[in-house]
């Protein structure tokens, strides 16, 4: 099994209210989607990990990370499968699968079957606002050094 135990939880809706920013918790915990090409994240690609701005668990490593043009970060796959719950979307039209962090149930964004094939061809189109990136030279002292990246 991988990360998902004890030590990560969701706080009280009044905490996180306190805690993210009104972009965060829309997208966290009502599900909105940011806009593409304007998010922290999309064009990043520093070494390091990727944890649920929420729980703070880990959910997608760097190494996984490709640029996909859709203006959101994009990974082939998460950390280890536990980390993910999948849920179908028939919003707007169109037939989607959601994924969401498995401890704080936070919206992640959608995974997508259009992605490199010679790593699994998904894609996980993720928004930027429910992430939190710990660099390649921070995982040991935040605790996750079995992530870092040679």
């Not at 668990?57 to 043009?69: G, H, R, V």
């Not at 536990?82 to 498995?102: C, G, K, P, W």
């Amino acid at each position: 099994m991988g990360e998902t135990d004890k030590k990560f939880k969701k706080p009280s809706l009044d905490v996180l209210k306190g805690q993210l920013t009104e972009i965060q918790y829309q997208v966290t915990q009502l599900g909105v989607t940011e806009h593409p090409f304007d998010n922290r994240y999309w064009n990043h690609f520093e070494k390091g990990l990727y944890v649920d701005v929420v729980s703070g668990e880990p959910l997608f490593s760097s190494k996984d990370k490709f640029e996909s043009s859709c203006g959101w970060p994009s990974f082939t796959r998460p950390v280890f499968k536990e980390a993910i719950r999948y849920i179908e979307d028939n919003t707007f039209l169109m037939h989607r699968i959601e994924v969401r962090s498995q401890v704080s149930d936070s919206h992640l964004g959608h995974v997508f079957d259009d992605g490199p094939e010679i790593s699994g061809g998904m894609r996980y189109c993720i928004n930027s606002a429910s992430l939190k990136f710990i660099p390649n030279d921070e995982l040991d002292e935040a605790g996750f050094g079995r992530y870092k990246i040679d």
